[in-house]
């Protein structure tokens, strides 16, 4: 069996419910596109000299492998689901319009559409609510003033 599939089989074979294990499966293919995605990130602002986004971009991959470290060794899936939408809602939607755009862009306006649509898909409707709040406000906030 390739690494990948024994790597998802291990981690879904922990829950009993095919909802929680597609959910877990879902939080294990982000974590490594998140993984991927800021390694090419790292590379592209380490050549162009952006070091406050160079840091964020090597946070983001690092906290990637710990959290598939963490999926792979307990069971906590949920936790782990709550801590990446925190980090997409801080780093993502509230940095951008704070510090590094100080406004709102094409990318944050992906972010908050990624935190909507995971918050609903892992946690179901009341929780996603609220992360659907959290990742508004800040551009209704920003619009308005």
Same mark, same amino acid.
């Given at each position: ?31 490594? $596109? ?12 380490a ?20 959290? @598939?470290?963490?999926l ?7 936790? @782990? ?11 993502g939607?509230? $940095? ?19 935190a ?6 892992m ?13 508004? $406000? ?8």
């Amino acid at each position: 069996m390739p690494p990948v599939r024994d790597f998802i089989a291990r981690i879904t074979a922990r829950e009993s419910d095919p909802i929680n294990q597609a959910r877990v499966q879902m939080l294990f293919y982000l974590l490594v $596109a998140y993984f991927f995605f800021g390694l090419s990130l790292t590379a592209a602002y380490a050549y162009t000299g952006q070091v406050p986004q160079l840091i964020r971009a090597s946070v983001i991959s690092v906290l990637a492998v710990i959290f @598939l470290y963490l999926l792979y060794n307990f069971n906590i899936w949920r936790l @782990l689901s709550h801590i990446v939408l925190l980090l997409v809602t801080v780093l993502g939607v509230w $940095a951008n319009i704070l510090i590094y755009v100080k406004g709102i862009n094409a990318a944050t306006l992906q972010y908050i559409w990624l935190a909507c649509a995971y918050g609903f898909y892992m946690h179901g409707s009341r929780l996603g609510w609220v992360y659907a709040v959290v990742n508004i $406000a800040p551009v209704l906030i920003d619009a308005t003033f």
